[in-house]
């Protein structure tokens, strides 16, 4: 198994622009989910999935949307891309109930 | 509102010291608590904590949990330089969608 992918590992973005996360899990995981994690702070949840077309907003869900059209897939959308979204972007996906979620490696997005 | 804080929020010791590091919290219908160690990249998982006064433990490392007072330990003995990395507590949230509450994180920096 390859576990949870990501991609990209990198990207900068110039202010307004658009861009799509892609995470992809090969566990067979229903829940999926994405963190954003800021310079000297913990995982913020941005929003989660419960199972393929069913998604809901986490704690942080404003400026990003999501889809969840296959078990596999979970991509996260930026449609204006703000300075504020600069950040490390973790994807994670967990078995049922399990409570211990498997990341990604990470995507570090700049927005200048 | 579900809440997890970590203490200290960084911390740095010289080879062979004991560390303990802090994660106090409130959640509603609390099931369990993680502690994950995070290095350059995705967090990976050390411990989940159910039951109180149970010692989890993995070679130098192990944690405890206080379901009365609320709060668990994750200690490090004869600490090494590989021990330097971010170390999270979370909890899943009261919603039971299996989703996490993250603290802040410990910083950890081990001197030779």
């Known amino acids: 198994n390859a576990g949870v992918t990501q991609t990209p590992k990198f990207r900068i973005l110039k202010i307004g622009q658009s861009m799509t996360l892609q995470c992809t899990q090969d566990m067979n995981h229903n829940y999926m989910y994405w963190y954003r994690q800021d310079p000297g702070m913990g995982l913020k949840l941005i929003y989660y999935s419960v199972g393929a077309g069913i998604t809901d907003k986490g704690e942080v869900p404003n400026g990003y949307n999501v889809s969840r059209s296959t078990t596999e897939d979970f991509p996260l959308r930026l449609e204006l891309a703000a300075p504020s979204q600069t950040s490390v972007y973790f994807c994670?996906?967990?078995?049922?109930?399990?409570?211990?979620?498997?990341f990604g490696p990470g995507t570090r997005l700049t927005v200048t | 509102e579900d809440k997890v804080v970590q203490s200290p929020l960084s911390l740095v010791v010289h080879e062979g010291d004991t560390v303990t590091l802090n994660c106090s919290y409130e959640v509603t219908n609390f099931r369990s608590l993680l502690w994950y160690k995070q290095e350059k990249k995705a967090p990976t998982f050390l411990f989940m904590l159910t039951s109180s006064g149970i010692e989890k433990k993995s070679g130098r490392l192990s944690s405890i949990l206080d379901k009365k007072e609320l709060f668990s330990i994750l200690n490090i003995t004869a600490t090494q330089t590989g021990d330097s990395a971010i170390y999270l507590c979370a909890a899943p949230g009261s919603s039971n969608t299996g989703k996490l509450i993250f603290g802040q994180g410990t910083t950890l920096q081990v001197k030779p």
């Open positions: 994670a996906s967990e078995p049922v109930r399990g409570y211990e979620q498997y």
